[in-house]
T-cell receptor, first 116, second 116 residues
Framework: AQTVTQSQPEMSVQEAETVTLSCTYD???????LFWYKQPPSRQMILVIR??????QNATENRFSVNFQKAAKSFSLKISDSQLGDAAMYFC?????????????FGGGTRVLVKP | GAVVSQHPSWVICKSGTSVKIECRSL??????MFWYRQFPKQSLMLMAT?????????EQGVEKDKFLINHASLTLSTLTVTSAHPEDSSFYIC????????????FGPGTRLTVT
């Protein structure tokens, strides 16, 4: 079974600075998807960014970018120019690439605090 | 687009009673819906996967007779917590995947259940 590990329970960042969240995963598959989700205090899960394992290029969405290291099974999220609204729980998630696969496996989460 | 709603957003019930939570995809057809449980300051734990018109697939350790899931249409899935006990108090989140090739899951806003 796949596992997702987030080793940082909490990270603090100064407004306008950059913070990097770590995520490692364990899988024997070669085709899969990785996601970062944000859960603000409202608890609504919001998709931040997605990475297909077959793509070598790291995904980027505005101030959010990932560093995908397939061989190392590492998938870190970088938040640039941090804003107060970025304060939230961030979850890394894995999904198999198999056609019948649907389930997301989540990491334990990292709480991001943004200091004004 | 891709909006998922949940009703109710919060519910308080007495021990021994049953409570039903609805999950609706508002602007797309969801062949697959997922039910998660989230304890305070913890990650999401997948409870079951439901496909329209068929029986739900429960994760190991989840009591099928206690957490009844029905996916009667392509836009509605329900979770019924039967004979609720205080330990069933939690935050329940549903998500849905559409019929197309996209692999994202779209999450509902969650339902807070308190059993007294």
């Amino acid at each position: 079974a796949q596992t997702v590990t987030q080793s940082q329970p909490e990270m603090s960042v100064q407004e306008a600075e950059t913070v990097t969240l770590s995520c490692t995963y364990d899988t024997s598959e070669s085709d899969y998807y990785l996601f970062w989700y944000k859960q603000p205090p409202s608890r609504q899960m919001i998709l931040v960014i997605r990475q297909e394992a077959y793509k070598q290029q790291n995904a980027t969405e505005n101030r959010f970018s990932v560093n995908f290291q397939k061989a190392a099974k590492s998938f870190s999220l970088k938040i640039s120019d941090s804003q107060l609204g970025d304060a939230a729980m961030y979850f890394c998630a894995y999904r198999t690439g198999k056609a019948a696969g649907n389930k997301l496996t989540f990491g334990g989460g990292t709480r991001v605090l943004v200091k004004p | 687009g891709a909006v998922v709603s949940q009703h109710p957003s919060w519910v308080i019930c007495k021990s021994g009673t049953s409570v039903k939570i609805e999950c609706r995809s508002l602007d797309f057809q969801a062949t697959t819906m997922f039910w998660y449980r989230q304890f305070p300051k913890q990650s999401l734990m997948l409870m079951a996967t439901s496909n329209e018109g068929s029986k739900a697939t429960y994760e190991q350790g989840v009591e099928k007779d206690k957490f009844l899931i029905n996916h009667a249409s392509l836009t509605l899935s329900t979770l019924t917590v039967t004979s609720a006990h205080p330990e069933d108090s939690s935050f329940y989140i549903c998500s849905a995947r559409d019929m197309g090739p996209r692999v994202e899951q779209y999450f509902g806003p969650g339902t807070r259940l308190t059993v007294t």
